[in-house]
């Protein structure tokens, strides 16, 4: 069975290009970056010339790019490292409701340690209120992390107007750009972060390797102990492949950004009307704020999402839900929850997410399949039954 | 684009496969095996994992770190992906914590500090495997739910009717769980190990080279940690704020004489010899829990002993509802033996059940499952009182 791809928010393929990019890091060129002779400085070159590739595609300087493990790890390096760098006795962060896990938890990790954290919350359309972050910025606030576009909606929240408040009341200000980059253009400058966390396989790098931006001039308390390796911001032999994997998967996106996001927007859009002309009593989640080209969020009352993903994957089409946890079990989105979406409505929600190499025979495929898998569980629903008879 | 695909190599829209059958799949031995033997007969398969309970609530229950080896445990889901793997058929977990809460955990919990015993296996079946999971497997193209419980279905012809009998092998029988099912239920459920004994099922499993073939069983409440059902209820009551208040009260003989204090009746099953606190000449039982009075009677061999109670919810899930008086074999807990009786059903759901001789600690909250002379399960119901 030929597959359909599309939930790319989760994760995407590594780039034939940037593999081979990788591949002689590996064997031929397996040199430490930190070592001296000739294996060593072919590989910190390549190392560096990566830094210089992620660094053009955020406008940001090389030296302001250190390499991480992904995403999780460049939020929490971000978050306890300017927590722990500021001496303050009161200390307070800002943040919203539907950041990823890797932020949320972060964030209550603080509070048990006694930092206060406010906790934004969002308009149905998935958007922070720039008026509630100005008033929650107080005198012991320290750090303002507000996600750049979320996962499960594709919600792009006013990261520039964030800067500017941030930058007004000279507060240090992360976002998680994990879902943005390689999407839409992410410039740190013009946003006026001072740190930006990014996960390469979420842009067709190897998973297992992210970067964090940390402007210059910013400090950070040391996050992991070792040697000293980039500069001590972040110890431990460079992941060399991965980075050169990352370096190449930033520069192919600086290159096809623009084309690609028209070309999936274009895609996404005939996919999303589609379903719901297709599909009675659905609709879109957040779709009049601005989005990442790629992800439409649906809901089909009557229908437990986890059921239509499995009966959708056993057709051939990979989509998501809500975030899975350790079982691949799914648990209720605090997202979606967070819009205002009934537990019902909640559940009966699902993301697809395309990527670069969707094509316009796997939407036409797309438009097929789920309706007819939506109206096969409808049959079955108790719920969907009793919804209908209703109306008669 | 290099990976652009046609339309005619995309899947076919919305295909049902014919014949598929889902497997409720636990991770252990007998599921895995149901798995094996389906696959083996030629029919396309899909694995159900349930995710039932979420192991870190509770957290006073946990010893230091995730909980191992328990149902919904990890290494369990994991297993059983492992076993959908090796035998490669596609496999999902689903979660079902919201229903299992309802419909099994905390009527579990009101019954325990409602002086009564209850099973939740049974509830598991009746309200969750049997009715949420097989509504998704049938959700998601499956015509039919296979699981691993060692007991039999067959269709009656000349009643038009799904019967339910004991397994093959009775030392591992399970119809005293199962006698809740409906004919709908039935109808649309297989056992595959019904006609199987244990030590086949691990020979299958070796032949097969199933990762989980020599796993131990497991033999608690899924849910309750360490088998202490006791802890489970003090912490769940306290979590959800449930009254378990007027928790001491009196031990007292049958004429109503106070011999002990207790530390409330949820810690006491009828029969139960344990925690009276206190020795006499000769053994003493509990014999009845009285909630109202918050009372646990105890009494000796002989007051444990009644013949004659009545049961609730009735399912007569193979024959009709018969018109006169019944004899039957009836079985009152997991582990009795089944006793001659006569079974007499009353209106709304109920039914009279005399022994022939009486019987030792018919407990309220247990089932009174009444089987035919042969292998039929006839009946089924909750025991209300013993008196």
Redesign the interface.
């Known amino acids: 069975m030929n597959r359909i791809y599309l939930d790319h928010n989760a994760t995407t393929s590594v780039e034939p290009t940037v593999l081979d990019a990788m591949l002689p890091y590996f064997s031929a060129d397996f040199g430490n970056a930190s070592s001296i002779h000739t294996f060593g400085q072919r590989a910190r070159a390549a190392v560096e010339t990566a830094r210089d590739q992620v660094a053009a595609l955020l406008n940001a300087r090389s030296q302001e790019i250190v390499f991480t493990s992904g995403g999780t790890e460049s939020d929490n390096h971000a978050i306890f490292g300017i927590v722990a760098a500021t001496p303050s006795a009161t200390k307070h962060v800002i943040t919203s409701t539907i950041e990823h896990e890797a932020v949320l938890n972060a964030c209550q990790a603080l509070e048990k340690q006694g930092v206060a954290v406010t906790y934004l919350p969002v308009s149905r359309d998935g958007l922070i209120d720039l008026n509630e972050l100005r008033q929650a910025i107080r005198p012991g606030t320290v750090l303002i992390t507000i996600m750049h576009a979320n996962n499960e909606l594709g919600t792009v929240q006013p990261l520039a107007e964030v800067g500017r408040i941030a930058a007004e009341a000279d507060v240090y200000l992360h976002t998680d750009a994990v879902q943005s980059i390689g999407k839409i253009p992410v410039d740190v400058k013009a946003l006026q972060l001072d740190l930006l966390s990014l996960s390469g396989h979420k842009l067709h790098a190897p998973k297992g390797v992210g970067a964090l931006f940390i402007k210059g001039g910013t400090r950070l308390r040391q996050f992991l102990f070792g040697g000293h390796h980039q500069r001590g911001f972040r110890p431990g032999t460079e992941n060399v492949p991965g980075i050169i994997g990352l370096g190449k998967a930033a520069e192919l996106a600086r290159l096809s950004l623009e084309r690609d996001a028209s070309r999936i927007a274009a895609f996404r859009d005939k996919l999303e009307r589609g379903l719901l002309a297709r599909i009675p009593d659905s609709h879109a989640n957040a779709c009049s704020a601005p989005r990442t080209p790629n992800t439409s969020n649906l809901t089909f009352p009557g229908i437990e999402g986890e059921a239509l993903i499995i009966s959708l994957d056993l057709k051939g089409l990979a989509c998501s839900t809500g975030a899975a946890c350790s079982s691949g079990a799914v648990e209720p989105s605090h997202v979606l929850t967070a819009i205002g979406l009934p537990a019902a409505e909640a559940r009966a929600s699902i993301r697809f997410s395309l990527g670069r190499h969707t094509t316009e025979a796997e939407i036409h495929a797309a438009l097929e399949i789920v309706p007819a898998a939506v109206a096969q569980l409808r049959e079955l629903s108790p719920t969907y039954r009793k919804e209908a008879s209703a109306h008669r | 684009?290099?990976?652009?695909?046609?339309?005619d190599?995309?899947?076919?829209?919305?295909?049902r496969?014919p014949g598929l059958v889902a497997v409720a799949m636990s991770g252990g031995v007998d599921s895995s095996t149901v798995a094996a033997v389906l696959l083996q007969q030629g029919r396309p398969v899909?694995g159900l994992?349930m995710?039932l309970w979420n192991q870190r609530r509770l957290p006073e229950l946990q010893g230091d770190g995730p909980a191992q080896h328990r149902c919904?445990s990890?290494d369990d889901?994991y297993d059983a992906?492992r076993v959908a793997q090796h035998l490669n058929f596609?496999h999902?977990?689903?979660?079902f914590e919201e229903q299992f809460e309802q419909r099994v955990v905390k009527p579990f919990v009101e019954q325990y500090l409602a002086g009564r015993t209850p099973i939740a296996c049974t509830n598991c079946n009746t309200d969750v495997k049997f009715e949420s999971l097989l509504?998704?497997a049938?959700?998601?193209?499956a015509e039919r739910l296979a699981t691993g419980h060692y007991a039999r279905i067959r269709h009656h012809e000349r009643m038009d009717r799904y019967q339910l009998l004991r397994a093959r092998d009775n030392s591992k029988d399970q119809s005293y769980f199962l006698w809740g099912l409906t004919q709908e239920q039935l109808s649309r459920s297989e056992f595959p190990l019904g006609e199987l004994s244990k030590d086949e099922v691990r020979a299958l499993a070796r032949q097969v080279n199933l990762p989980v073939a020599d796993k131990p069983e497991s033999m608690e409440l899924c849910f309750v940690p360490n088998g202490n059902y006791v802890q489970f209820i003090h912490a769940y009551s306290r979590e959800n704020r449930m009254s378990l208040k007027d928790q001491e009260g009196d031990i007292v003989t049958e004429d109503g004489t106070v011999i002990g204090r207790h530390a409330g009746v949820h810690n006491y099953t009828i029969g139960q010899r344990k925690g009276l606190g206190f020795a006499t000449g000769k053994p003493i039982y509990v014999v009845a829990i009285d909630r109202e009075q918050n009372r646990v009677v105890a009494g000796d061999d002989d007051a444990l002993r009644s013949a004659s109670f009545e049961v609730e919810g009735v399912n007569w899930i193979s024959i009709a509802e018969p018109a006169s008086p019944t004899r039957a074999q009836v079985k009152i807990r997991h582990k009795h033996d089944p006793a001659s009786a006569t079974v007499e059903a009353l209106p709304g759901f109920r039914a009279r059940i005399a022994f022939d001789d009486p019987q030792r600690a018919i407990t309220p909250g247990q089932a009174a499952v009444i089987y035919d002379d042969d292998d039929v399960v006839l009946a089924g119901g909750w025991i209300v009182n013993s008196r």
């Open positions: 684009m290099s990976t652009q695909l046609q339309l190599s995309l899947p076919a829209v919305a295909e496969t899909v994992t995710q919904c990890l889901v992906k596609p999902y977990v689903v979660n509504r998704m049938r959700q998601i193209g």
